[in-house]
């Protein structure tokens, strides 16, 4: 594997994790928004899946965003007799978004993607040396 390979290899780990940050932001953003009618459903927790593809023209295994799903966790309940989408007994559905969760797993794909971040540096670094030392 040369240079030029690393850095495409670090790079499409960047875009992995920065659809994973977008899509905990979204989480967090939305760990409160619950259900406007009785019996609707609130917001529910989307995850990311990483998968590897295959790039002939490179010769490179990349990692890519295999899917975005849902949770399947079930949603909290919380008592609100007032809200618009209580139940019959005053209780409202809550999303299943766990904030300290969240800030933990965004934690990780920051520091995941700072790691490729730092990869592509070091090897630009690697290649500017390179051309200095072969002027």
């Given at each position: 594997?040369?240079?030029?390979?690393?850095?495409?290899?670090?790079?499409?780990?960047?875009?992995?994790?920065?659809?994973?940050?977008?899509?905990?932001a979204e989480?967090?953003?939305?760990?409160s928004?619950?259900?406007?009618?009785?019996?609707?459903?609130?917001?529910?927790?989307?995850?990311?899946?990483?998968?590897t593809?295959?790039?002939?023209?490179?010769?490179l295994?990349?990692?890519?965003?295999?899917?975005?799903f849902?949770?399947?966790?079930s949603?909290?309940?919380?008592?609100?007799?007032?809200?618009?989408a209580?139940?019959?007994d005053?209780?409202?559905?809550?999303?299943?978004?766990?904030?300290?969760?969240?800030?933990?797993?965004?934690?990780e794909?920051?520091?995941t993607?700072?790691?490729?971040?730092?990869?592509?540096?070091?090897?630009?670094?690697?290649?500017?040396r390179?051309?200095?030392?072969?002027?």
């Open positions: 594997m040369d240079l030029q390979d690393a850095m495409r290899l670090s790079a499409s780990g960047m875009r992995a994790q920065g659809t994973r940050l977008r899509v905990i989480n967090v953003a939305n760990s928004s619950m259900a406007q009618a009785p019996g609707g459903e609130p917001y529910r927790r989307k995850l990311v899946s990483f998968g593809v295959m790039d002939r023209e490179l010769g295994e990349k990692v890519r965003v295999a899917s975005i849902t949770d399947k966790d949603f909290g309940r919380k008592f609100m007799p007032g809200h618009p209580a139940d019959e005053g209780y409202v559905l809550t999303p299943n978004v766990n904030p300290l969760m969240e800030m933990a797993d965004m934690r794909a920051q520091r993607y700072e790691a490729n971040l730092r990869a592509i540096q070091t090897v630009r670094m690697m290649l500017t390179t051309m200095e030392l072969l002027k």
